[in-house]
Each structure stands twice: as C-alpha cells, then as structure tokens.
C-alpha cells in the first residue's frame, strides 16, 4: 500500500463511516462468537496503522504483524508495542500459537493468498478461529484497488474455496456493506467511467472524499445496523465480505 494511504487510513480510521461501521460490524460477530472471552491469544496479520489491536485487546493479548517497517513503528508510536514486521508468506510463531488470528482487508493485498491462509492456519490452535474481511466483486476494481495495491477482489465462492483449499472450514460467510451498496456501485462505475476517459488525480481514491458530519454518521448508522441482520442471516451481496473459519 503506498504510503499515502495508510497515513489517509490513521486520519480515518476513527471518524470515517467505512471504518466506523465495518468495525461494529466485525465485533458485534466476533463479540457473540467469543462469548465474553478476555484470555485468547491473538494474531492480527496485516495491522497498517494498528486501528482494529485496540478493539480485539477485548478478547486477551494482541500480537500484531505487518511487513511495511514504517507502520510497524507507527504502531509503536501509538503505544502498541507487541507489532512486529514479517511476511504472512512466513509467519515468525511456532506451529499452533494463537485462539484467534484476524486479518481484516489484508489477503487481497497478497500476490499468493493461499499460501498466507495456509501460514494462518498452521499457527492457528486446534479449536481457534480465524476472521478475514475481504472487497467484492472483481468487475468492481477501479484505481482505489491500484492505490491500494489490492491483487483481486473476490466473490463468496471464491474466498469459500481459498479457505477449504488452506485446510480452514468455513463457518460463516457473507457479504457486508450491503444497505449502501446501491449508492456504491453506480459511483464506482460512474468513476471507472470518468477514469477510462479522462483520467484521474494520481493517488486518489474512494476515501479522498470527505463527507459532511450528519452524512457520515447517518451512513455509519446504516452500515452498522447491518450488525443486526447478520445475526440471523447472511447477505446474498454486498460491497465487501467477512468470513469466520476454524
């Protein structure tokens, strides 16, 4: 990911709606899977800015990884000092280490995915659990995937085939981001479009965009209460996906 946009993802992380929500979303799930748990062992694969290790310090001790030195000190700086740098190609913990391992929008950004799930699966404890958040929709890669240095986009079958085929058995799988999406996708076609014919400013992406305060809450809003739907159902599409595997 180019430097920018990680700086751009600390700005925002607290006050963007696609933050905000996405991080109700994650803990609401992860809250009533975990029932109350404050003694597990935690990986989170692909950290950046180190905005998702205060959040799972709920659920016991947080190790954090991330192969960008820049970031790994920027972590520090913001007081988490159990982050190292490291390839999720090659994790540096013994086989079987860890209750939970999350890796939240971060598999897209690897050349071999199937190798990293299979590195999260070997330090994963029998019983434990593994969370991954993931964009959709191929057909939807535009220039904030470029920036961003996203290898694909995935649909709900492939990430479910990615998982089996590293040895993880899915246990629950959706799409998200799915009471927006039908403001998302014609804004990204529509950017695609402007792309395609006139260009755009280099390193601008679907984050450069401020929105006014009542707007960004009122989408916060309505992203997180899809946290009370996923409680009995999974969505059929969506902008983004979650699956939680063992």
């Known amino acids: 990911m180019e430097t920018n946009v990680y700086e751009q993802f600390a700005q925002l992380e607290d006050r963007h709606f696609w933050f905000l929500g996405r991080r109700n979303i994650f803990f609401d799930l992860l809250g009533r899977v975990l029932r109350g748990r404050n003694d597990l062992q935690i990986l989170e694969v692909g950290c950046g800015a180190g905005g998702m290790l205060g959040p799972l310090a709920r659920f016991g001790t947080v190790t954090g990884l991330d192969i960008a030195k820049d970031y790994v000190a920027y972590c520090h700086r913001r007081g988490h000092q159990r982050v190292l740098a490291g390839s999720g190609y090659e994790l540096p913990f013994r086989d079987q280490s860890f209750d ?41 890669y535009s220039q904030n995937d470029r920036v961003a240095h996203h290898q694909r ?81 999974e969505f059929p599409f969506g902008h983004s996906l979650l699956a939680l595997a063992g």
């Open 153 to 233: 986009r995935y649909t709900a079958h492939q990430l479910r085939e990615r998982l089996r085929a590293a040895g993880l058995t899915p246990q629950r799988l959706s799409y998200f981001n799915t009471f927006l999406f039908p403001l998302i996708l014609p804004a990204v076609l529509v950017l695609k479009l402007k792309e395609k014919l006139f260009g755009l400013p280099e390193g601008q992406t679907n984050l450069s965009h401020s929105f006014a305060g009542p707007v960004n809450r009122a989408f916060a809003a309505v992203m997180s209460s899809e946290k009370l739907l996923l409680r009995h159902m």
């Open 100 to 140: 939970l391992v999350a890796a939240f929008d971060t598999i897209e950004h690897i050349p071999d995915d199937g190798r990293v799930l299979r590195e999260i699966r070997r330090v994963l404890k029998p019983g434990g659990r593994v969370f991954l958040s993931v964009p959709a929709y191929q057909f939807l």
